[in-house]
């Protein structure tokens, strides 16, 4: 689905439910939803920056679109040439969580 990498479609019911209507939810389901999303994230990233010395990951939502901070020592290298890298895992982070074009932002 997403050219080389594997990244298992989006089969959770926690993360379809945080996606579809965050406003509607009880408040437990939203926590036990956002630590999914985080779980998840967190993994992705784990694997994708292991060489960048991936540090951690930051999720800040306001109520136009979920910030993604991310935190590793090798900075340049996750930004990559004239920032293309952090373009792709913008990509791939709005793909595997169904996030709305400009919905999701990464630093």
Known sequence: RHGKHF??????????????????????????ADGVFYA???ELLTRELAEDGYAGVEVRTTPHRTEIIIRATKTQNVLGEKGQRIRELTSVVQKRFDFADGAVELY
């Open 40 to 42: 998840e994230l967190n």
């Open 7 to 32: 990244y298992p479609t989006n089969n959770n019911p926690y993360i379809s439910i945080m996606m579809a209507s965050r406003s509607k939810m009880s408040t437990k389901r939203k926590f036990v």
